[in-house]
């Protein structure tokens, strides 16, 4: 390029594109978030994924953040405190209010299985919130694969079980019991998701007998736990998730002293029902009547246990 005067030079030229590509750039930088803030107020599709994004992000530097603390302690089951301690803010984040009854359920002084519907991986959130100390929950094994998050779960004392080879999982469990009925002292207690698999909606699937020959194996009681469903505010399929109110109810707990192996199909019922009845009642005291044709107790099952006086506690 020549330079010649009132004329642009070749270096001039240049410059001025790298200004404008520049300023188009700043504009881009600054329209993307207000772009975004916009897709979020007006997309509930997008907020879902927002939140969802956020959850999993959440729990990923937390688990990185925590695990060098937690490994100073080593494996070891008091490490739940951390993780729940981790996760107890989730709830503010999204405007979910829980509210909490029965609690007073939990507080027994030795060791017992707790079983809870399992809706989604929110459940976490309403798991803290009522977990015992020295609480592990059973986890699948595909957790402990997912970097920091399965370091910290294996530090926090989680159990983990390949669910599609029955003979490891039932060899894990029977060394569960093992452990909950030598540790009966420090009282061990393990949290299990008897469906085995998430499942949204008001419904529960028909429960693995996992946790009930655990409970019987330890001869320790089971406290069934019934997560209110999440419709209201969430729903993975619709990709809707905005703020709600979630009930958790602790039921009696269900003795298994004296109980044997041959027992347990109806000890897994009888705690079957009791739970959806719990469910069924929750779902219809949220939303009236109109949603009770939705509910699926499934068929031919009679009428559930009792379940006795509940005290409310609202956090
Ligand atoms: C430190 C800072 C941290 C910061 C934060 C970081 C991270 C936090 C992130 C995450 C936290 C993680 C939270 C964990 C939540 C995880 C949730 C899950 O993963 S849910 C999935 C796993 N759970 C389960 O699968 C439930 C347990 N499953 C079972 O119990 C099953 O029964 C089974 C043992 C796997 C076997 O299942 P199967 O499909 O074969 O079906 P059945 O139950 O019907 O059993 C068939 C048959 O076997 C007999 N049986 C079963 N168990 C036993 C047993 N223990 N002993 C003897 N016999 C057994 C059963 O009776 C059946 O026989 P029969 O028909 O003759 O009665
Ligand atoms: C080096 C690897 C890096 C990996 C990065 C990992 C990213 C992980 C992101 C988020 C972790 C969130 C973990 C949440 C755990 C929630 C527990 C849960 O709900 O598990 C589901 C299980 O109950 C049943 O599973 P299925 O319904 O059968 O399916």
Known sequence: FQEFPGGWSGSSLRGGTMDLLLLLLLHGLLLLPLAALLLYRC??????????????????????????????????????????????????????RMRVRGSERLQLPGPFVIVCNHQASLDLIGMVEVIP?????????????????????????????????????????????????????SRLCVWVFPEGTRNPGRS????????????????????????????????????RFTSGTCTIQ????????????????????SVWQAMAKALAEMSMSDHGDQDTE???????????????????SSK
Not at 144 to 165: K, N, Q
Not at 211 to 237: E, G, M, N, R
Request: glycine share 8%; proline share 6%.
């Open 43 to 96: 997309s509930s599709t997008f907020q879902y994924l927002c939140k969802m994004a956020f959850f999993n992000c959440w729990i990923v530097a937390m688990a990185t953040l925590l695990s060098p603390f937690a490994a100073f302690r080593g494996r070891s089951v008091e490490n739940m405190k951390l993780l729940r301690a981790s996760l107890l803010p989730l709830k503010r984040f999204y405007g979910i």
């Open 294 to 312: 939705q509910l699926q107790l499934g068929e031919d099952r009679g009428s559930p246990q009792g379940q006795g006086d509940t005290a409310e």
């Open 204 to 239: 529960m699937l028909p429960f693995k007998r996992g946790a009930f020959h655990l409970a019987v194996q330890a001869q320790v009681p089971i406290v069934p736990i019934v997560i209110s469903p999440y419709c209201d505010f969430f729903s993975s399929k619709e990709k």
């Open 250 to 269: 602790v039921l009696p707990r269900v003795e298994t002293r004296g109980l044997s192996p041959k027992d347990v199909p109806k000890l897994t019922e």
């Open 133 to 185: 100390d020295r609480c592990v929950p059973i986890a699948k094994r595909e957790l402990l694969y997912l970097g920091t998050v399965g370091w910290a779960c294996w530090l926090s004392g989680i159990i983990f079980i390949e669910r599609h080879r029955r003979d490891a999982a039932i060899g894990v469990i029977s060394r569960t019991a093992g452990t909950m009925r030598r540790e009966n002292v």
